[in-house]
């Protein structure tokens, strides 16, 4: 298993975890549930209280990934597996992304 933070404007918003078997699920942070003046991080997944869950990552997640030549440098770089979507996802969106959102790996 491994788990991401998810920030918005450098505000913990949720957490984002890969299972063993591949499958995925969201959950947004208490504080930043309870705080009416935080938007959700995306219109796929409004604010709620339960958690999102999936078979692959969610598109919004996936959508932050680089694509094509950019993809496979970084896979190289980073020596992470191209098909690892997650890890790519933990290693690349940390700091300058396109929006708000951003990633930050979970050390256990």
Known sequence: MRSVEVYRNNVLAGILTEEDNRH????????????????AISLT????SQEYKAAHLFPFFYNMLSEGVNRKLQSRALKIDEEDD??????????DTIGAVTVKPIMV
């Open 24 to 39: 995925y699920t969201f959950r947004y942070d208490d504080n930043y549930f309870t705080d009416l003046s935080k938007p």
């Open 45 to 48: 997944l409004p604010k709620t």
């Open 86 to 95: 997650f890890g790519l996802l933990a290693a690349t969106a940390r700091h």
